[in-house]
């Protein structure tokens, strides 16, 4: 038996087709409302540079070895020496390491956490900074005649590299002082205190 292809009946095809018709069901699409733009964070401004070793910034006051090199140097006492007395005296100098430097920092907002979150953000970056080893300085100046940022960063771990400084603030804090004087002077984050500020809501 022979099957010719070309006989068979395209009648049955024919009545199999689905034809395509208009469809009796419709449904409106409701118009899009009083949509809103989702809400953006505000963030504190942070201005941050950086210090380097070879700047040569003679650290005076009591600070974690981590953060200067201690190196062994001549100097003239002013006595004056020549070729038949002792060699010039030498002294140990304190020269700051890589680290960060907070410049300038103001929120938007006072009291809401922002610039607390800007400067975790620091933390972080600077303890993944290899060259930097989360080592982080700021300068504590009045920005008004009678207001400082010093117990901002005094309660967020950073202290001063005067001793007097620091309990003179931690004993602002336990009495719970107001006004508390404006506060000058260099501060540092301790490595210890900087593992706790990364910890959310962890302050000092």
């Known amino acids: 038996m022979i099957n010719n292809i070309a006989s068979v009946d395209t009648s049955l095809q024919q009545r199999n087709v689905a034809k395509t018709t208009q469809s009796r069901v419709s449904f409106a699409i409701p118009p899009i409302l009083s949509f809103k733009t989702p809400f953006i964070k505000e963030k504190a401004t942070l201005r941050v540079k ?8 003679a650290i005076v006051g009591d600070v974690d070895d981590d953060y200067v090199e201690i190196v062994e140097e001549e100097y003239d006492d002013g006595s004056g020496y020549n070729f ?21 920092i103001q929120s938007p907002k006072s009291r809401c956490g922002l610039g607390t979150e800007a400067i975790k953000q620091l933390a972080e970056k600077a303890m993944f900074d290899n060259m930097a080893d989360g080592r982080i300085v700021t300068f504590s100046s009045p920005v008004w005649k009678e207001s400082s940022p010093a117990l901002f960063f005094y309660k967020l771990g950073f202290r001063f590299m005067e001793k007097g400084a620091n309990e003179y603030m931690e004993d602002c804090l336990i009495k719970k002082v ?12 301790p490595k210890n205190n900087l593992h706790k500020l990364l910890r959310y809501g962890d302050l000092f």
């Open 84 to 104: 038949f007395q002792l060699p010039p005296p030498k002294r140990k100098m304190k020269y700051l390491k890589n680290c960060y430097v907070i410049d300038y």
């Open 50 to 57: 950086k210090f380097k070793r070879g700047d040569n910034i």
């Open 178 to 189: 107001p006004d508390i004087p404006p506060q000058t002077g260099m501060m540092y984050l």
